[in-house]
């Protein structure tokens, strides 16, 4: 099974500033037929299901806000909030879509410091 | 607007069984993989079992094989997960998911879920 690591597990970032989360997958999630990374990221908040923002690790899901966004190639790749607001508190998990079973990292909490 | 819907969860004893269904509306149903990914409380994500369009070809957990069975009815626009054999480590919210398209295509299971249930939570417990 592909094991997918985020880091950190928590973080606190003032309105307005940069937040970066970053996921590790134990081996590429790169094909290299089409060059596509098979990764995605997903926001939840608390009590909610998980909602896609980001796939193929940087392109955005339609309606989600430009401040979002997502890098990366392999095995490393970063979500990027670039100026946090208070509806962006959520956890964040990557997924791996690349083989079954499918996986997640572990998540990640963003909250307002 | 794609609405997916589960219901049949509650409380059940370990050895129990449960059957899950996902009511979808709002596309064409039979297009699309579907997929189940739990919840554990206050846990992370965890892919369940996918199922294509015609049931041909179904993937599971290696945890649930031999004791989840995912299922559909075209016809009824429903996706199911009949649990047998329930453990503690199974309680969780169950979410019902679409796995999405690319570009129109919907041939792969290999895409990530672009649409969720709220869930249905399953308690196994004595």
């Known amino acids: 099974d592909i094991v997918m690591t985020q880091s950190p597990d928590s973080l606190a970032v003032s309105l307005g500033e940069r937040a970066t989360i970053n996921c590790k997958s134990s081996q590429s999630v790169l094909w290299s037929s089409n060059k596509k990374n098979y990764l995605g990221w997903y926001q939840q908040k608390a009590g909610q299901p998980p909602k896609l923002l980001i796939y193929?690790?940087?392109t955005r899901e339609s309606g989600v806000p430009d401040r979002f966004s997502g890098s990366g190639s392999g095995t490393d790749f970063t979500l990027t909030i670039s100026s946090l607001q208070a509806e962006d508190v959520a956890v964040y998990y990557c997924?791996?879509?690349?083989?079954?079973?499918?996986?997640f990292g572990g998540g990640t909490k963003v909250e307002i410091k | 607007e794609v609405q997916l819907v589960e219901s049949g969860g509650g409380l059940v004893q370990p050895g129990g069984s449960l059957r899950l269904s996902c009511a979808a509306s709002g596309f064409t149903f039979s297009n699309y993989w579907m997929t189940w990914v739990r919840q554990a409380p206050g846990k992370g994500l965890e892919w369940v079992a996918n199922i294509k369009q015609d049931e041909d070809e179904k993937n599971y957990l290696d945890s649930v094989k031999g004791r989840f069975t995912i299922s559909r009815d075209n016809a009824k626009n429903s996706l199911y997960l009949q649990m047998n054999s329930l453990r503690a480590e199974d309680t969780a919210m169950y979410y019902c998911?679409?796995?999405?398209?690319?570009?129109?295509?919907?041939?792969?299971?290999?895409?990530?879920?672009?649409?969720w249930g709220q869930g249905t939570l399953v308690t196994v417990s004595s």
């Open positions: 193929w690790a940087s």
């Open positions: 998911a679409r796995v999405s398209a690319d570009s129109g295509n919907t041939e792969s299971q290999y895409r990530p879920s672009d649409y």
């Open positions: 997924q791996q879509y690349y083989d079954i079973p499918l996986t």
